[in-house]
């Protein structure tokens, strides 16, 4: 017999959640009032949310920890937390799995040794990376696209060595961005309006985009602000900074390379893929580059090449190579793009643009020629640490010549929430048309009482937001705005592999196993989000080191959200005691009885050389 709730308690709970959100919320406020913007002064959005939010004196003392005394019981609270130092200075831009030290060690052939190598657990640090001495919070979007404080990555060999090339200048303490790059010094907005004669950017069907060697990802920054969003990657090499000065910004980026391992992002992502002047051989190893490019490239999508060797005929002086190597190199090129049955659309100065065809109706050709090695079709998506191979990857089935092969995509921004091809063909396993539909209302839900408790998520004052957990994209998709982007991780070991759903909603995002350390600078994302990352690796890897890892890529006073069980959330806030941040349990926005909780946290502001001596 179902018990009838008393409605006092039922009065009280509410009042004890309110309590909580309101307390949050104001917790938030005074934090933005404490953040400091890009010259070093209180940040002016902050402040002016803190004029006018709530009074803070009206919230009673509340400890939380009651709530859940049964979790809390089993936790030794005589046991003092592990406190974990600052890492020595020499880290402050500490890339694991690019460190250059051990990169040297590994082949030069076809950039392996630009690849990932991560450290062996003996080898791990165990200390938090320090950010730079004088570090302030970076500008909001759209303003971080041209100015970058100089504290925050203090390097000027980039002004120096792209001088002439328009990337980047120093002004006092700022880098300003004008725009421009190697084979667009008129700037990227002119550059992109070259590629829109051709290629149709303006209507929402050309949504992501892949730009290989990005330099400091200007044409990702230009195309952003025309709701294209670009997910932009380079190696870590001798231009210092690059993909860091594109994350500063306020980019998509990652450090990447095209080497001997497949890129992890899974077939049919991306509407457009970009080289600008990126040094990539793209007709050497048969082609394998190209074909790479080609896995990845949705049917009807588009590939840019800009640069050597493209007219060769009147640059090879100013390019000073020989005239026959750069004849023998887009010839290649030319060979490889039919072979993939790509279309030539465009060939004008130093662009041309291919397109993709939209299935292989057009081009049955290359079923019967010799070169046409064709990949498995099951895998296609299984990319993580897989050695790329020179075959082709073989187009969906279709039933007529002008069907798109593996699905029409709506433009975007209906695409966001428009049931997307591998769901309704039922290729992914477990997930229905109501499943889909029934998780974004889940995550309108969820995203709604973040807001509640965290008032800056919609200010502008977040621009770089990583989803380590993603799913079916649903915390993105709900976040959607033009201040802010999200980078969705697929964990390779989650029990679904739902990343092609994602790109066909217009958003990006990549694979990546949490055992190991992210392919990204200290401090790139100003907001973290967890939901069931630690109950999904509790028994894979120590939740110690993803804790530290989250630590290294989290900005100071950046926050965190995780969404998980309380007794894992107990463990993860036991371990975060010990780091410099400052947590709060929550709630369940449907109550008190639903174990699946929240902890917030906020990384504390502090700089090389603050308040503690340094571990070697």
């Known amino acids: 017999m179902a018990l009838k709730p008393n409605s006092t308690d039922t009065r009280t709970r509410s009042s004890i959640q309110i309590f909580i959100v309101v307390g949050l919320c104001c917790f938030f406020y005074i934090l933005g009032a404490w953040q400091r913007s890009g010259f070093g002064k209180g940040d002016s959005i902050a402040l002016e949310m803190t004029k006018h939010s709530a009074d803070c004196s009206i919230v009673p003392p509340l400890n939380f920890e009651t709530h859940h005394a049964g979790e809390v019981g089993n936790v030794d609270e ?98 300003r961005f004008p725009g421009g790059g190697t084979q667009f010094p008129q700037g990227a907005d002119k550059y992109i309006d070259q590629l829109a004669k051709v290629i149709p950017i303006t209507n929402g069907m050309v949504r992501t985009a892949l730009d290989s060697g990005c330099g400091v990802a200007s044409w990702g920054a230009y195309l952003w602000s025309r709701n294209v969003i670009a997910m932009s990657f380079a190696p870590r090499d001798s231009h210092e900074a690059q993909v860091q000065f594109a994350l500063e910004r306020g980019v998509p980026a990652v450090i990447g390379v095209l080497g001997t391992i497949k890129m992890p992002y899974p077939s049919r992502a991306f509407d457009m893929a970009h080289c600008s002047r990126c040094l990539i051989p793209w007709g050497a190893n048969d082609g394998m580059y190209m074909k790479e490019v080609d896995r990845v490239l949705r049917p009807g999508g588009y590939w840019v090449l800009s640069g050597p060797p493209i007219n060769w005929r009147n640059n090879y002086r100013a390019w000073q190579r020989p005239k026959k190597e750069l004849e023998e190199e887009q010839k290649k090129i030319e060979e490889v793009a039919k072979l993939l049955c790509w279309e030539k659309k465009h060939e004008k100065g130093e662009i041309a643009i291919w397109q993709k065809r939209v299935n292989d109706e057009a081009c049955r050709s290359r079923q019967h020629n010799s070169q046409a090695n064709f990949c498995k079709a099951e895998e296609a998506n299984d990319v993580w640490y897989k050695k790329m191979d020179a075959c082709l990857t073989p187009y969906p089935d279709v039933s007529n010549p002008e069907e798109v092969a593996g699905g029409k995509l709506k433009p975007f921004p209906e695409r966001l929430y428009a049931v997307p091809p591998r769901v309704a063909s039922g290729s992914v396993p477990g997930v229905s048309v109501e499943t889909y539909q029934g998780d974004n209302e889940k995550w309108k839900k969820h995203v709604g009482a973040y807001k509640k408790i965290n008032r800056l998520i919609d200010s502008g004052r977040y621009r770089n937001i990583l989803d380590m957990n993603a799913g079916l994209g649903g915390f993105a998709a709900a976040l959607d705005s033009p201040k802010l982007w999200v980078m969705n991780v697929m964990p390779t070991i989650a029990e679904e592999d739902t990343l092609g759903v994602i790109f066909e909603r217009g958003l990006i995002g990549i694979y990546h196993d949490w055992c190991e350390a992210f392919s990204t600078y200290p401090r790139t994302y100003d907001l973290i989000h967890a939901h069931g990352l630690f109950s999904l690796y509790k028994d894979k890897c120590n939740l110690e080191d993803i804790l530290l890892e989250m630590d290294r890529i989290l900005r100071p006073e950046g926050a965190v959200i995780f969404r998980d069980e309380v007794d894992v959330l107990i463990k993860v806030k036991k371990i975060t005691a010990g780091m410099r941040w400052d947590t709060k349990m929550v709630d369940h926005e449907d109550g008190p009885l639903v174990p699946e909780k929240i902890l917030v946290a906020v990384k504390r502001y502090w700089v090389v050389g603050a308040n503690s001596t340094s571990v070697q």
Request: with cysteine.
């Open 78 to 175: 005589s046991e003092k937390p592990k406190s974990f130092e600052p890492c020595h200075p020499r880290y402050i831009d500490y890339t694991p799995c690019q460190d250059q030290s051990r990169a040297m060690t590994f082949p030069r052939d076809n950039m392996i040794y630009r690849e990932r190598h991560c450290p062996r657990e003996e080898e791990k640090l165990h200390c938090l990376v320090p950010a730079p001495n004088g570090y302030v919070t970076p500008f909001p979007w759209p303003k971080s696209r041209d100015y970058v404080p100089y504290a925050n990555a203090p390097y000027k060999a980039l002004t120096i060595e792209k001088a002439i090339q328009n990337w980047i200048q120093y002004e006092g303490n700022v880098f």
